[in-house]
């Protein structure tokens, strides 16, 4: 079984690596940036298309807000981007808008912020994964019809690509993201060619339709409202801006400088791209609607619920292109893949703000462990869990579980940017060097102005999307604060219990009064022999072996073969009416352990081991349930004493032969490399 779980395990994830390789994991500007920005740049697919779906409810005509709200949002991207670059420079750790906010606000601030942006890498992972193949059931009859199956399938694919290490991930996924980038670009540029310098007259597939207002002409608060509801919707183009943050160790070094590069050329570029879809798509016409079944209207009537709409940058790419002409499919076939991959953010967000948190007690120590191929794996295959439950919830349903969306985000933003304040105001009455002092005043006003513009968008985000779904976010980041909160309780409790008292623990160092020793007898064969033997070498004060009467003819078969070969251990006999085993020998040590409190019961378990899993199932499930008993008593100590079949030491031999062995399930403490965080030698390479 181990052998055969470990060649599968080789095949999906590769070869392991050395511990002393992790440096060559460590990824250049040009891999991270799609690494780790693919979410934000991706997010062109369906965030234009959002603000122009919530703007529709007042009818086409509100579509002149549409270039406002892209400034808005713009704006935002820009204070964002210029905020986190102050952050990856004073935390490159790796923490993130965690770190910040655990250290400048405290715990709890951390938890929350925490919870947050895991809730927010589930639903990255949900969201994307649900857009690309509901643009590729456009084109694919297949996947339309079975969406939440092929979208839980491509989950687990990207999470064997992750698997198999972040620098390969990372080049795998470089190529998809370039071209989609280049796409849209190559769209933006020549689509502006035509209409500024040629005067070329484009429109969309849907520009001759006309939208069906659902509300009369909306004035005052109504207006405000629409349009602050088309704001957090716009607000997707966001997503993923931290994501640079949390990830600054699997940067190359100089770490900090090398992040906050990334950040800005993917700000840069999300922001080119996200106002240029927008201003082509008000320019040819795209008419869109959360309703277009009954909203949009073709020659007058209703579209129907045969009508496909299609999104917003398939649209725009068929006015510029043509429909069906080469960079037409060309951009359909980058933007479907894109969103594929835009959940490899998440894939290397997670992974690496969970060890984090591990390492802090926060989550389970197993997240801070790195595997075969010096990933974070047990992060990463809870994300794809994680996502996939979500998917399944939701039938793959992008426009539902897009609601959900950005709460997380702006939680995190609002938390992080304050917590920065907070940062330079106390190095600020520290710091007496005027240049200093000039440099720490001007960052402190950049994440003053992001925190209340973060903050801000926060509120208007609950206001506006929390009846839409953005609750269950909220109740995702409440569990996550109160399943971290239990595990810290959990980890310092033990670590209590552990803790030596000042004097060097002289009382867990002292000799027990007396050592009561029981062998447990089923027959009289070589494994029995040889725990007697082993059990008389410890010099016990009491020696005694035990059976449990179960078939009285097979008991005194065994007192007869005990008898006859003269051993000389009394054996003793358990009677058991209801043929149980386990019960009579615990209640027996309980006995013993009541009579004399000081003595401790020393349990001796014969078994043999067998070399194949099948084998496995046959034998020994009687030991492994008194095992399971015995260790929950106090004063019992339980030993197992092994007996080798031929058949297990056949399955040593095959494993010897085997180069670099590595059992499944083998323990791999901490990562690799250096330990402490924030490592920064200054040398870029």
Known sequence: MS???????????????????????????????????????????????????????????AYRYGPWITLAVVVLLFAVVASYR??????????????????????????????????????????????????????????????TGTAVAIIALLAVLNLRGVRESGTIFAAPTYLFVACVLATIAWGAFRGLVLGDEMSAPSAGYEVSAETAELTGFALLFLLLRAFSSGCA?????????????AFRRPKSRNAATTLALMGGLAATMFGGIIALALATGVKMSETPATDILIGGRPAGPDYHQDPVIAQVSAAVFGHGSLPFLLVAAA?????????????????????????????????????????????????AVFAGVLVYAYDADSTRLIQLYI????????????????????????????????????????????????????VVVLVTKFSHG??????????????????????????????????AGREEMAKPSRVH??????????????????????????????????????????????????????????????REVTRPVVEYVKGLRRSNPRTVVSVYIPEYVVGHWYEQLLHNQSALRLKGRLLFTPGVMVTSVPYQLESSERARLRARRRSEWSAPGAVRRGPAGPAGRGEDDGREE
């Open 407 to 458: 709460v997380g985000v702006f939680v995190s933003f609002t938390f992080s940017q304050t917590g920065m304040v907070r940062h330079w105001n106390r190095h600020l009455a520290q710091e007496g060097e005027p240049a200093a002092r000039r440099r720490m005043k001007r960052s402190r006003a950049i994440n003053a102005f992001g925190a209340f513009f973060t903050g801000l968008v926060l």
């Open 335 to 383: 933007t479907a893949l894109i969103l594929f991959l835009a959940a490899n953010t998440a894939y290397n967000g997670f992974p690496v703000l969970g060890s984090i948190l591990a390492q802090d007690r926060y989550l389970p120590r197993q997240l801070h462990t790195r595997g075969d191929r010096l990933a974070f794996s047990n992060g990463i295959v809870l994300l």
């Open 3 to 61: 052998k055969l779980t470990d060649v599968s395990k080789r095949i999906l994830i590769g070869s392991a690596l050395r511990s002393d390789r992790l440096t060559q994991t460590l990824l250049p500007k040009r891999i991270a940036l799609p690494v780790f920005a693919s979410d934000p740049l991706s997010s062109v697919a369906y965030a234009p298309g959002e603000v122009l779906m919530v703007l529709s409810i007042a009818g086409f005509s």
């Open 517 to 578: 020793s029981i062998v447990l007898v089923s027959k009289v064969h070589r494994p029995t022999l040889r725990a007697l033997a082993y059990a008389k070498m410890m010099r016990s004060d009491v020696l005694e072996a035990l059976s449990v009467n179960v078939d009285p003819e097979e008991t005194r078969a065994l007192f007869e073969e005990w008898n006859r070969r003269g051993i000389d251990i009394p054996l003793k006999t358990l009677d058991s009416p209801y």
């Open 237 to 249: 183009a966001l997503t993923g801006v931290g994501a640079i943050s949390n990830g600054v160790p």
């Open 86 to 147: 102050q952050n990856v420079r004073a935390y490159p750790s790796g923490g993130g808008d965690y770190e910040v906010a655990t250290v400048n606000l405290g715990p709890r601030a951390g938890l929350t912020v925490a919870g947050a942006l895991l809730v927010d890498y589930v639903l990255t992972v949900a969201v994307s994964v649900a857009a690309g193949v509901e643009n590729l059931g456009s084109a694919i009859p297949f996947v339309s019809e079975n969406k």
């Open 470 to 503: 953005a609750w269950v976010a909220l109740i995702g980041m409440a569990l996550f604060y109160a399943m971290m909160t239990a595990t810290r309780r959990h980890y310092d409790r033990v670590a209590e219990e552990l803790a030596l008292p000042a004097e």
